[in-house]
């Protein structure tokens, strides 16, 4: 059960696929890995569970030898074939031990063996012990009842019950604290009507008979407010009519508390309720997208990269980039929504230099947080972030150092502008032989403060 409900999150730990166990070659992995196998097995457990339904509802025989044919025979088929699609998955495994690491197995295994315990072993005994011996059988046809958590298989074909099933247990708190305030606000109007209408003996022994409502007892107020103020029953309304329209002050009284109860409890508290499960039902959705994302990088990209590692679990940026050019790694890309450039550009952002490694588990997040259906946030743009603001400071640096380099070749021009000049003469224009003297632009702002060429991002500016 831990293989459904349970969320893969580790992204760098090999991902779990019962058939590597199996067999190469044989019948059995055959079968066992077979698509129509498992449709076939699916549809049989649907079958049982209908059967369980219908031997609970027809077959009052104690023990299942002396029911019915119909119902041995339905019997027999299913002890039969569940148990030989154990035993086809048993020697499906080339290490016989490795099933105890399959949960579905061991669950199956469970399953197989109460039902081989009913049905070939306390069954039988006892038949064959006749009617000197009374044994009480009742507790023993309620080990079939185990046989109905074999629905569970379901879960595998129709993802989305896993989905509304981990909603209601992670609401569960919420749905606690709805439960709670609506009880405190039960037993307080309980105490409010009770007190109105104890002594409205006749109406209340008319109610009770008629509709099973009545105010009573605290037990019956409490039973009333649940049943026609919290779940708004069929009978709420003519309830409440007959206690607002009535000619009595109490009367009146107690039908605006009940209506105010009504409003209170089951328009407002359990639609909230409902509006608290159905955002939790879409976060778990968006971790269960999540989930699937990280079973496709660890299925299909996790051993692209690996294969590049050298034991340390990292990975180098040309190394990362020949896996990214890759054909499959593409494919990957796109099925995932994933913008091949701004990814590239956010990995650039891991490396220090071009010798640096990074461990493969932050590049495997990071392809998941770069994934088209993520909802933008702070996490998820914080990196693309930090690479424009020092982008943005690396061409400020730029700017500042080009910026002084000209102040410096305009000082130095106008001093050699003084001393050349007669004194007493009046500011006059730069001659062209100066003028073709001062650097050009090209060449002032053609190089870094160390002399070196100009980088691509300077030429582009300039």
Same mark, same amino acid.
């Given at each position: 059960m831990a293989s459904v409900f349970g969320n893969d999150d580790d992204l760098q730990s090999p991902p779990y696929h019962v058939?590597?166990?199996?067999?190469?070659?044989?019948?059995?992995?055959?079968?066992?890995?077979s698509e129509k196998f498992a449709n076939f097995t699916v549809g049989v457990v649907i079958v049982n569970a209908v059967y369980i339904g219908f031997d609970s509802d027809y077959n009052n025989a104690q023990n299942i030898y002396t029911a019915p044919v119909v119902f041995q025979v339905f019997s027999q088929f299913f002890a039969l074939y569940f #148990?030989?699609?154990?035993?086809?998955? $048993? @020697?499906? @495994?080339?290490?016989?031990? *490795?099933?105890?690491?399959?949960?579905? @197995?061991?669950?199956? @295994?469970?399953?197989?063996?109460? &039902?081989?315990?009913?049905?070939?072993?306390?069954?039988?005994?006892?038949f064959s012990m006749g009617g000197g011996v009374q044994i009480p059988t009742q507790p023993l046809r309620m080990l079939r009842l185990f046989k109905l958590t074999r629905m569970a298989r379901l879960m595998k074909s129709f %993802? =989305?019950?896993? #989905?509304?099933?981990?909603?209601?247990?992670?609401?569960?708190?919420?749905?606690? +604290?709805? &439960?709670?305030?609506?009880? $405190?606000?039960?037993?307080?109007?309980?105490? &409010?009507?009770?007190?109105?209408?104890?002594? =409205?003996?006749?109406?209340?022994?008319? $109610?009770?008979?008629?509709?099973?409502?009545?105010?009573?007892?605290?037990?019956?107020?409490?039973?009333t407010l649940l049943m026609a103020g919290t779940m708004m029953l069929d009978d709420a309304s003519p309830l409440m009519a007959s206690l607002l329209f009535s000619t009595k002050f109490n009367f009146v009284m107690a039908g605006f508390a009940f209506v105010c109860y009504a409003l209170l409890s089951a328009m407002c508290i359990?639609? &909230?309720?409902?509006?608290?499960?159905?955002? !939790?039902?879409?976060?778990?959705?968006? =971790?269960?997208?999540?989930?699937?994302?990280?079973?496709?990088?660890?299925? =299909?990209?996790?051993?692209?990269?690996?294969?590049?590692? *050298?034991?340390?679990?990292?990975?180098s940026q040309a190394e990362l980039a020949a896996v990214m050019d890759d054909k499959h790694s593409k494919?990957?890309?796109?099925?995932?929504? !994933? *913008?091949?450039?701004?990814?590239?550009?956010i990995s650039k952002e891991m490396f220090d230099h071009g010798a640096s490694q990074v461990p493969i588990?932050?590049?495997?997040?990071?392809? !998941?947080?770069?994934?088209?259906?993520?909802?933008?946030?702070?996490? +998820?743009?914080?990196?693309?972030? !930090?690479?424009?603001?020092?982008?943005?400071?690396?061409?400020?640096?730029?700017?500042?150092?080009?910026?002084?380099?000209?102040?410096?070749?305009?000082?130095?021009?106008?001093?050699? $502008?003084?001393?050349?000049? %007669?004194?007493?003469?009046?500011?006059?224009?730069?001659?062209?032989a100066l003028i073709d003297n001062y650097p050009a632009q090209e060449t002032l702002l053609g190089s870094d403060p160390e002399g070196g060429p100009a980088s691509d991002m300077e030429k582009q500016l300039y």
């Open positions: 058939e590597e166990f199996y067999y190469k070659t044989g019948i059995c992995q055959a079968i066992a890995q #148990t030989w699609e154990l035993l086809v998955r $048993l @020697f499906a @495994f080339e290490r016989k031990r *490795n099933c105890l690491k399959d949960g579905w @197995f061991k669950f199956d @295994f469970f399953l197989v063996s109460t &039902m081989v315990l009913d049905t070939w072993v306390l069954m039988p005994v006892l %993802p =989305e019950l896993v #989905t509304m099933i981990k909603g209601l247990v992670r609401s569960l708190r919420a749905i606690s +604290s709805s &439960m709670i305030l609506v009880g $405190l606000m039960v037993y307080v109007w309980a105490i &409010m009507l009770h007190m109105l209408m104890k002594e =409205e003996t006749e109406y209340n022994d008319e $109610l009770w008979a008629d509709k099973t409502l009545g105010f009573k007892t605290m037990t019956q107020c409490i039973w359990l639609q &909230m309720l409902i509006g608290v499960l159905c955002d !939790v039902v879409s976060t778990v959705k968006q =971790e269960e997208q999540s989930a699937t994302a990280i079973g496709l990088l660890k299925q =299909e990209l996790l051993s692209s990269l690996t294969a590049c590692d *050298n034991g340390d679990g990292k990975i494919a990957l890309m796109k099925k995932l929504r !994933v *913008n091949h450039s701004f990814l590239d550009e588990n932050d590049v495997l997040n990071l392809m !998941v947080l770069c994934r088209g259906d993520n909802v933008s946030t702070v996490e +998820s743009m914080s990196g693309a972030l !930090v690479r424009i603001i020092k982008e943005v400071a690396k061409v400020k640096s730029m700017l500042e150092t080009d910026m002084h380099q000209m102040e410096q070749h305009i000082e130095r021009d106008i001093g050699r $502008l003084s001393v050349q000049m %007669p004194s007493g003469a009046g500011i006059q224009m730069p001659s062209e």
